[in-house]
């Protein structure tokens, strides 16, 4: 799983950060989380084509989360895109970008599904499952998680040799899940397999302040990606406008058995070089794992 940064800033654009948008690729697929104003800009500079998004997630509607969305769906269609788009969000996504996409869109040769998400719907496909919970922000928002399958467990070579299975046919058919018999006795795949893998897991939080819900959908999550919006001096504040400070991103962290804890959604204020330093102390004084993605900052996540 490879996490893209598009835009790692809030509110509004600024030379140092777009506003949010991440792309996670999976193999040949890609999953958008926001989009930003200026986000196909972003792609542009990235090492991801926006012809491979097939899904994007919208964490809520205000203008720094959404508002590059008629842009890069128009450009889609001028490139001649054939394969479905689909488009996620809060109660209201399809009523309310029906008309915000239509207009000056042009013609689309590709079916484009909008989808109103409840806080505890699940979205699943052959690649991957996203889950979601109702952010703390206020405002109608969702964060996600998202997941791939789960894998076989490893094959026990020397186990199945040790059983008297010959290597080759025989092998590949206990990999497969299917019995085989060796000499009159029959072995299992329960025999030489280890237990299976967990598929990796990666959470997005957009904007919300700290909840148990997170918690709850971040638990063992390989990588924790977590809005940072204020430091530790402006709490009150921060949790007050539906934010998190960059210690409540990592007590969140802490507290869900994470991996990794990536922070976003940096404000502004925070774009000198000590005032940023500051913010990613007060998140390790809580969780070590910890680093701040700036813009086409890309992330390889594995086990």
């Known amino acids: 799983m490879e996490l893209i940064f598009l835009g790692t800033g809030a509110s509004f654009p600024t030379k140092e ?10 193999g040949g697929e890609v999953v958008l989380f926001d989009c930003g104003e200026g ?4 792609l542009a500079f990235s090492s991801v084509s926006f012809m491979k998004i097939s899904h994007i997630f919208i964490t809520h509607y205000h203008g720094d989360h959404f508002l590059g969305l008629p842009g890069l769906i128009q450009t889609m269609g001028l490139n001649e895109r054939k394969h479905d788009l689909h488009i996620y969000g809060t109660k209201g996504t399809e009523e309310y970008l029906e008309g915000f996409l239509g207009t000056g869109n042009g013609n689309r040769e590709y079916n484009l599904y909008l989808h109103d998400l409840e806080p505890g719907d699940v979205v699943e496909t052959d690649t991957f499952t996203v889950k979601t919970v109702e952010a703390n922000h206020g405002y109608p928002a969702l964060c996600y998680s998202l997941q791939e399958p789960g894998k076989r467990g490893k ?15 025989l092998f590949k058919k206990l990999i497969a899940g299917e019995n085989v018999e060796v000499n009159g006795k029959v072995v299992t795949p329960d025999e030489v397999m280890g237990p299976p893998r967990q598929g990796l897991k990666m959470v997005f939080t957009g904007d919300t302040a700290p909840f ?18 204020f430091a530790d001096d402006t709490s009150d504040k921060a949790n007050s406008f539906g934010h998190s400070t960059s210690r409540d991103a990592a007590t969140t962290a802490k507290d869900a058995n994470a ?35 700036f813009d086409l900052d890309s992330f390889t996540i594995t086990r």
Do not use: C
């Not at 777009?18 to 690729?25: G, K, L, Q, T």
């Not at 063992?220 to 990606?225: I, K, S």
């Not at 000590?274 to 102390?281: C, F, K, V």
């Open 212 to 229: 148990d819900g997170l918690v709850e959908l971040s638990q063992d999550a390989d990588v924790l990606v977590h809005e940072a919006t």
């Open 155 to 169: 094959f026990n070579r020397a186990k199945a040799v040790e059983l008297g299975v010959p290597a080759g046919r």
């Open 259 to 293: 991996k990794r804890l990536i922070l976003t959604h940096i404000s502004p204020r925070y774009k000198e070089e000590g005032r940023l330093e500051a913010l990613l102390s007060e998140a390790k004084e809580v969780f070590e794992n910890v680093e701040v993605a």
């Open 39 to 42: 986000t196909q800009r972003q």
């Open 17 to 26: 950060r777009n506003v949010s948008s991440m792309a996670v690729r999976l």
